[in-house]
């Protein structure tokens, strides 16, 4: 009896390819945007309540930084769409794809650190307990594993090296 084929992945054009992982790139970074964008909105609205002028030097500080952070990853975010569109029918749907994955990349890392610094100053308002520091380690050490580790770990492990 003869043995199957090994399937060595899609047989599909450069341009296919392209438009396929574009079409995916775009579905992830849906759920990023929403994400990013709903916690941006969220600080944005902070400096303007009663609470903001009760809050310490240190307290405002790690808030000017996770705004400034939170618009860099919505900037990031939303660039692809805004790249694509600039490039949209000049035949370079393969480059376009690299750099929007590249800036999506660089988007989820500034939504993590936006995550952690606005998780720090929660908790820092909410408690001045010792152990904040450690929790938001934790938390982003869990995102790490979630966001960046699972996905490098299962390329390493289960990609082909034939």
Known sequence: MQEPAKRTGRNETEDERADRMWGELMQEVRVAQ???QILFGFLLTVVFTPKYDD????EKTI?????VVGAAATGALIGPVSLHRMVS?????????EWASRLTFIGLVLLLITMASSLLL??????????VPWIVTGI???YLVCWFGLGWWIRRRYTSRD
């Open 89 to 97: 029918g000049r035949r370079i749907k393969p480059r376009a794809v």
């Open 34 to 36: 929403m994400g990013v």
């Open 63 to 67: 808030y000017l930084v996770t705004v």
């Open 140 to 142: 982003v050490l869990w």
């Open 122 to 131: 929660i908790l820092r308002v909410a408690t001045h307990d010792g152990y």
């Open 55 to 58: 809050l310490g030097d240190t």
